[in-house]
């Protein structure tokens, strides 16, 4: 098993090479394992065009080397240098109005451009060839941060050429794409495929079925993309782990696409940050805004832990206050030595803080870091050494097992309800995190799938919330899999072509539920639908047409079907607030012989196999006593502080796994 590691992100080029060696002693002495670097450095790597100049980061590869760090060496291709962009300016991506993306910050690139493709060529084959074989460089990052700052999406001359091509691919006859997307609708035929335009600019909203392929052709550009570097790197490293840096409640691309061409999946971890872009109300973000969204983070570490297919890790843990949320507060003590645990209880193989020290210039000079930018500790100096003593105390080891639930999240439902939201606040993510957090509450660890077979088999209970367009095979491993399945709302409700099922919704999905949807309707803000017994639809609500074999478990006080059912299989007609959730979710796990746990409202656990940890993201002691009973703790204790965490081995993990 996988012994796990703390890490750190550095940039050499920022700071006196008089202070390398320093830095490097530093951070071993604290525990830290591996290192990132490179990954902003192209204009120091190649300061004009062919000229090279590696041996600066040879030096400092050398210095964490001589130190016994190992480095994760990333690739510069998320910022071109201005030479490079000077030499071909339309290499810049357009958005939706036009304008272009321009020089002066990171990712002024569009995936689309074939010459700026063929320069990450160039300097990756460069670096891969000179660092190839370095034994120090464990690990390989590929650019950074795909489709941050709304790149994904690029409107420019290159763009659109590309677009024509992957029409053409896929559709082979005019007749065709203009049969997928309804074209005879407003009269928008068209006679060829260099007659078709990309999606914006246009007078009122586009064609969604346009939209879709535009999304898709866009995630497939950067898959692409990233695939050109992996195979570089691997003609030249063969048998280096190649990872990527994903991001938090971003759905631009299909993560799991781009993830088959990679070692391991990571992600980087702001949970105050990205507590304070959340659609959730004031009274939420106050109560949480020094410890983060208890559900947020272990949802994504679920997530990529499906992309990396069980290798995964944080490449950026938030060790201070940020710089580019709406605010900025200070974390609560204990909260980062929690977030670290939170990651490892969910089988992170490393955890890496951002950054090693504070820079004193540009865009992040407000981001704090493990030292402060006079090189001096700060306070997340302290908590980074304490957890990596305790990561030896514990000898804390990769041992995640197949949760025996799954919730679906699919990437191209998060696309269709954000093309066809239906009423403004209808948003995918929220919704499964909704879900996702209901289930938590009861004590169960997920996995966070993709809609594919394999995904599906062996679990207890399967939850498949606004599928947009679920595939046959798909739609016969559910019905096969002889788990119980939470269904809708909006699951199956169009075609891959964005089109509504002939019979009506859930469309394939009505082989594992005989009923279809007949009428649909949004919610604003402050309106809800009552459901007999306790809570209520807000949102979003559908109404239903049940066949013979589908029994009404729960209704609405105007006498719809609010939960149906057919043996193992239960369909949700609407978006349900925290009570109807829980409601629902305690039926389902009853069918499903779940076994669920009563915990206060601010306590969460996390098994990785046989060692459970229990977190306290609330601002007072809580006694959790009652999780632990006679199991002896190796961390924490029984009445466990704000902040605070607990862990112990269960005695009937063994048990458990065969049920």
């Not at 591996?34 to 450095?41: C, H, K, L, P, S």
């Not at 499964?432 to 088999?457: E, H, K, N």
């Amino acid at each position: 098993m996988t012994r796990q590691r703390l890490g750190v992100c550095y940039y050499p080029e920022h700071w006196p090479e008089s202070r390398w060696r320093e830095d490097a002693e530093l951070m071993k002495e604290i525990g830290l394992s591996f290192v990132r670097i490179g990954e902003f450095a192209w204009s120091r790597l190649e300061p004009r065009d062919g000229d090279y100049r590696f041996e600066w980061l040879g030096r400092a590869i050398d210095a964490l080397d001589r130190a016994g760090l190992k480095i994760v060496l990333g690739t510069p291709t998320a910022t071109p240098p201005k030479w490079l962009f000077d030499k071909m300016p339309d290499m810049a991506a357009l958005d939706a109005d036009g304008r272009p993306r321009k020089f002066g910050s990171r990712r002024h690139y569009c995936f689309s451009h074939d010459g700026y493709a063929q320069e990450c060529d160039r300097i990756v084959e460069r670096l891969a060839q000179i660092f190839g074989a370095h034994p120090a460089i464990a690990a390989w990052q590929t650019d950074n941060e795909y489709g941050c700052h709304d790149t994904v999406l690029s409107y420019s001359q290159s763009a659109l050429r590309a677009f024509r091509h992957w029409l053409k691919a896929k559709y082979r006859r005019i007749e065709t794409l203009n049969e997928a997307w309804g074209n005879v609708f407003w009269s928008m035929d068209y006679r060829s495929f260099d007659e078709i335009e990309l999606p914006n600019l246009t007078v009122t909203e586009a064609n969604p079925s346009h939209l879709m392929d535009f999304q898709r052709f866009s995630s497939y550009q950067i898959v692409a993309f990233n695939r050109r570097q992996v195979e570089i790197i691997r003609r030249h490293a063969p048998g280096a782990t190649i990872i990527h840096n994903f991001m938090g409640s971003f759905v631009d691309f299909d993560h799991y696409a781009l993830s088959d061409d990679l070692d391991v999946a990571a992600w980087d971890s702001y949970p105050l940050g990205f507590l304070e872009r959340s659609s959730y109300g004031d009274d939420f973000k106050l109560r949480y805004a020094r410890v983060g969204d208890p559900d947020f983070q272990a949802f994504h570490h679920d997530l990529y832990r499906a992309c990396g297919r069980g290798r995964w890790q944080v490449m950026e843990q938030q060790p201070g206050p940020v710089n580019w949320a709406p605010w900025n507060p200070a974390p609560a003590e204990g909260a980062v030595r929690l977030w670290t645990y939170e990651a490892f209880a969910a089988g992170a193989e490393a955890v890496s803080y951002f950054r090693w020290r504070q820079a004193p210039f540009a865009q992040e000079q407000m981001h704090e870091a493990l030292l402060l930018p006079n090189g001096e500790p700060n306070e997340g100096f302290h908590v980074a050494a304490r957890v990596s003593r305790e990561l030896e105390m514990l000898d804390a080891r990769v041992e995640t097992c197949r949760a025996p639930v799954a919730l679906l999240f699919d990437y191209e439902s998060a696309w269709a309800w954000r093309i066809e939201p239906q009423g403004q606040n209808f948003a995918y993510f929220d919704l499964v995190l909704s879900i996702y957090r209901g289930l938590r509450r009861a004590g169960l660890s997920v996995d966070v799938v993709a809609p594919a077979p394999a995904s599906v088999a062996e679990r207890r209970l399967i939850v498949a919330p606004a599928l947009f367009a679920p595939s046959e095979d798909f739609a016969q491993a559910l019905a096969e899999s002889g788990a119980t399945i939470l269904l809708g709302p909006r699951a199956g409700s169009k075609t891959a072509d964005f089109q509504i099922p002939a019979d009506l919704p859930p469309g394939v999905l009505r082989r594992l539920i005989d009923i279809r949807v007949r009428r649909v309707e949004s919610l604003r803000p402050g309106a809800s639908v009552k459901v007999a017994g306790d809570g209520a639809f807000l949102r979003w609500r559908e109404l239903l047409l049940l066949g013979e074999s589908v029994e009404r478990e729960l209704r609405s006080d105007d006498g719809e079907t609010a939960l149906a059912r057919s043996g193992n299989v239960f369909y949700l007609s609407g978006w349900p607030d925290d009570d109807l959730l829980a409601n629902v979710l305690r039926r389902v796990f009853d069918v499903a012989r779940l076994s669920t746990l009563d915990l206060p409202e601010d306590i969460r656990i996390r098994d990785n196999g046989a060692m459970r940890y229990v977190f306290n993201y609330g601002s007072k002691p809580t006694d959790i006593s009652a999780l632990i009973g006679d199991e002896a703790l190796l961390l924490g204790e029984r009445i466990l502080e704000p902040c605070g965490v607990a862990a112990f081995r269960r005695g009937d993990f063994r048990m458990a796994t065969k049920a």
